[in-house]
C-alpha cells in the first residue's frame, strides 16, 4: 500500500517553510518593514489629504469674503478711549439701574403666594 501525498498539500508546505525560513533569518524584512511602511506611508497620505482639505477650505474663504469692501476699524486704546469718554461729559452721570424682569423670570424663593 503506497500512498501517494497530493502534489497541492506538498507545494503548500514547500511555501510555508520558505516562508518560515525566511521569517526566521530576517524578522524585521517580514515583520518590521511592513509595520514601518504602513505607519510612515498612511502618516504620508493623511497630511497630504490634510493639507488639500484645508486649501479647498481657504479657497472657499477667500472667495466669500468681502475684499473689496473693507471696513474701516479703529485701533483700540485704552487711554484713548477713556479720555474721549472724559470729554464727552457723561463721564461721572451714570448710576447702576435694575432692568425690569418680567414676574416669570422671578425666581421661585422670592414668591409669595404660597406656590
Given at each position: 500500500m503506497?500512498?501517494?501525498i497530493p502534489s497541492s498539500t506538498w507545494s503548500q508546505r514547500r511555501t510555508t517553510s520558505r516562508m518560515q525560513r525566511l521569517s526566521r533569518k530576517h524578522p524585521f524584512?517580514?515583520?518590521g518593514l511592513p509595520f514601518l511602511v504602513a505607519v510612515i506611508g498612511g502618516s504620508a497620505v493623511l497630511t497630504l489629504s490634510q493639507q488639500t482639505k484645508y486649501e479647498?477650505?481657504?479657497k472657499r474663504y477667500?472667495?466669500?469674503s468681502l475684499d473689496s469692501v473693507k471696513?474701516?476699524?479703529r485701533k483700540f486704546d485704552v487711554q484713548e478711549e477713556y479720555f474721549r469718554m472724559k470729554t464727552q461729559g457723561t463721564w461721572g452721570e451714570w448710576?447702576?439701574?435694575r432692568v425690569p424682569r418680567a414676574p416669570e423670570d422671578e425666581?421661585?424663593?422670592d414668591r409669595?403666594?404660597?406656590s
Amino acid at each position: 500500500m503506497h500512498s501517494e501525498i497530493p502534489s497541492s498539500t506538498w507545494s503548500q508546505r514547500r511555501t510555508t517553510s520558505r516562508m518560515q525560513r525566511l521569517s526566521r533569518k530576517h524578522p524585521f524584512l517580514c515583520v518590521g518593514l511592513p509595520f514601518l511602511v504602513a505607519v510612515i506611508g498612511g502618516s504620508a497620505v493623511l497630511t497630504l489629504s490634510q493639507q488639500t482639505k484645508y486649501e479647498v477650505q481657504d479657497k472657499r474663504y477667500k472667495m466669500s469674503s468681502l475684499d473689496s469692501v473693507k471696513i474701516k476699524k479703529r485701533k483700540f486704546d485704552v487711554q484713548e478711549e477713556y479720555f474721549r469718554m472724559k470729554t464727552q461729559g457723561t463721564w461721572g452721570e451714570w448710576e447702576p439701574k435694575r432692568v425690569p424682569r418680567a414676574p416669570e423670570d422671578e425666581p421661585v424663593f422670592d414668591r409669595q403666594d404660597g406656590s
